[in-house]
C-alpha cells in the first residue's frame, strides 16, 4: 500500500475521537437523545474528572452540547450530540470497519 492509499484511507478518522473513552461517548450519544453524567460515569467506569475533561474536549470540538438543570447535589448535568458530532461519530465508525475489513 503506497503511502498515499494509506493517507486517504485514514482520511476519516478524527483525532478527537482517537481516544477510547470519546469514542465510547459519542457511541453511547448518537444513539440516544439525551444521556445524563451519572450513566456516562457508571456505563464508561471512570471517575468524575475524567468523563468532565473527556466531555469538556467533545464540547469544544462542537461534537457534544452540555445541559444543566438544578443546583447543588440535586443538580443533573446531561449531553447531547450535535449534527457535527453525529456525522464526525458516523465517519470514524465507518473508516475503522473499512480498515478492519
Known sequence: ????TASSALA???PALNAPKR???MAV???SSSTDFG???EHLQVSDSDLSKQTAALEQAGYLTVHKS???RGGVTSY???KAGRAAYKRHRDTL???LG
Do not use: C
Not at 1 to 4: D, F, N
Open 23 to 25: 469514542l465510547a461517548i
Open 12 to 14: 476519516g478518522l478524527d
Open 1 to 4: 500500500m503506497s503511502e498515499t
Open 29 to 31: 450519544l448518537a444513539s
Open 39 to 41: 450513566f456516562l460515569r
Open 70 to 72: 438544578g443546583r447543588g
Open 80 to 82: 447531547q450530540a450535535t
Open 97 to 99: 470497519r473499512a480498515l
